[in-house]
Structures are given as C-alpha cells and as structure tokens.
C-alpha cells in the first residue's frame, strides 16, 4: 500500500522545504505601494532541482492522487500547450492523464496555464499542490481580475500592470517573483481561504510566534511557450514553508522582512496572514537582530 500523503509530509527534510535567500521579495516601498517586482532569469536556470527534491516531487504525486480535482483541472484545449511544457521538461507523455498532469509529476514546483489568445489572461489549467488559501475550482477559467479579488490594492493598483506584463512576455525570456505569507497552519496543502488566523487571539508573544507560525514563501517564475503553444504562459510556484524560527540565522532576511511588515497597511497584513499576530511576529524578527 502507498504510503499517504500526510505521512510522506511528516517525512519531508527540513531543507526540501526551506526558501533560498534569493527568493525573497525586497522589502516593500516606504510609504507602501504594490509593486510586481519581476526580474529576468536565465533560461538555463529554470526549474533547476535542488537536493532532497525527490522526497518532495514523491509528496507531490501522492497528494495529486489523493486530492484529485482539488489540485489539478486543465479545461478542453489545453492538451497542446501541456504537451509543449511537457517536453520543456523532458518528460514523456502518458496517455491516461492530460499533459500538465504528467508535468506536475516530475518537478517540485505548482505548475499553471494561463492563456493569452482572447487577450484577457485567464487560467486554464493548474497542478497545485501547495495551494495558498484558494481553491482552483473556483479560479479556473477566470481572468486574471477575478483570481486576484481578495489581494488589496490590485484592482487598481496592478490590474493592467500585470495583463500588460503577461501579454508582454517574448518566447525565450523567464521572469521571475516571489511571494510571502504567515500562516498558523503547518500542512503544505492549504487550499481554503478559512485556514487563515485560525490561532487569532492565543499567539500574542515572540515565543508563541516562534513556536506557532510558519512562512510561506512562492518563488514564482513566467515562460511563454513555444509554438504551437505560443499563446499560453507557464506560471510555475515552487512553495517554501518553514517555521518563522527558521529565520533565526537568516538576518537580511529578517531584517526586509520586519521593515515590509512595519509600512504594510492592515489590509495587506489580514491578507498575508500577519495582522493578528503583527506583535508577536515583529518582537520574534527584532529579537533574532539582537
């Protein structure tokens, strides 16, 4: 019998789990504003596997089994366009599943399709494992807007900057970005947007905060596809979740990571997970400056 996936979780090495310094975003701008934050990225760096990548790829597979269409969909059409990632990959097609996936089998990372062909990006297909607080079935189909609802500030803040960057992108060149969140809930796969500040109210000190709360960090990057699948991007989320203790021997980390929290409006520390425990969080950061 297969081992769970749950077990297979509790088996992860701490380091198959933890965030490169270079994935972190930089702190946030003094007064606050949203910003992309999009660099370019060597194609031959991508999706390069780091060790202890096969126990978490072995978790990956497991969870996609078990959770089925809660962590991937893929709408008609997108056959080719998995086909195309596929190959990127280097992996071989499987007839009894869809393309994509077979993709979200082999590597580490979430993998996501987004079409550009109506000119109005829309995801059409999603192998997620590491969900943040959403669910794919309610996000499926939607353009970019309506995915991007609950984040503060999008709307008119980076709504059109984001359409015109994926719409922007050129066969060959990979961008990459990152994304942060405190969560007070371990499991990797996380894909109700309720888990959040399911703890509000008992974590109000530094000690609590290390002993409690965990940070996700995405390190997203965005490819377009080659023909015949040059209409739909590649967004790929390789997902690190540690304790916020972790941060401990990690101090510019810490550091832009306390002065992003410290400018942050409240809606965008509700939305991070932070604002309950906003104390608690920057007393334990302060504390590991010292």
Avoid at 52 to 73: C, S
């Amino acid at each position: 019998m297969s081992p769970r996936p749950e077990e297979l979780e509790a088996r992860l090495p701490p380091e198959a789990l933890r965030a490169d310094d270079s994935w972190w975003p930089k702190p946030a701008p003094d007064p606050f504003r949203h910003v992309v934050g999009a660099r370019t990225f060597p194609p031959e760096q991508w999706l390069r596997p780091r060790p202890h990548d096969a126990a978490l790829v072995a978790w990956r597979r497991a969870l996609l089994d078990a959770e089925g269409k809660a962590a991937f969909q893929a709408l008609p059409g997108t056959e080719t366009a998995g086909e195309v990632l596929l190959g990127l990959l280097g992996g071989a097609a499987d007839g009894s599943r869809h393309p994509l996936d077979t993709a979200g089998r082999l590597v580490a990372e979430d993998l996501c399709l987004v079409d550009l062909a109506d000119g109005d990006p829309r995801l059409v297909g999603a192998s997620l494992a590491m969900p943040n607080r959403w669910l794919l079935a309610e996000k499926l189909g939607r353009p970019m807007l309506d995915i991007h609802v609950p984040v503060p500030g999008y709307a008119d803040q980076l709504a059109d900057v984001v359409d015109r960057f994926l719409k922007g992108l050129r066969e060959g060149r990979i961008m990459t970005r990152a994304n942060w969140a405190i969560t007070d809930d371990p499991r990797l796969f996380q894909p109700a947007a309720n888990s959040r500040a399911r703890q509000a109210g008992t974590i109000t000190t530094p000690e609590q905060a290390a002993q409690s709360l965990h940070v996700r960090v995405e390190y997203q990057t965005l490819r377009l596809l080659p023909s015949p699948a040059k209409n739909t991007v590649v967004f790929t989320i390789r997902t690190a979740h540690e304790p916020l203790s972790a941060l401990r021997d990690r101090p510019h980390v810490v550091s832009d990571l306390a002065a992003t929290i410290e400018v942050m409006p409240e809606a965008d520390l509700d939305y991070k997970g932070v604002l309950p425990y906003r104390d608690a969080v920057l007393g334990l950061l302060k504390g590991f400056l010292r």
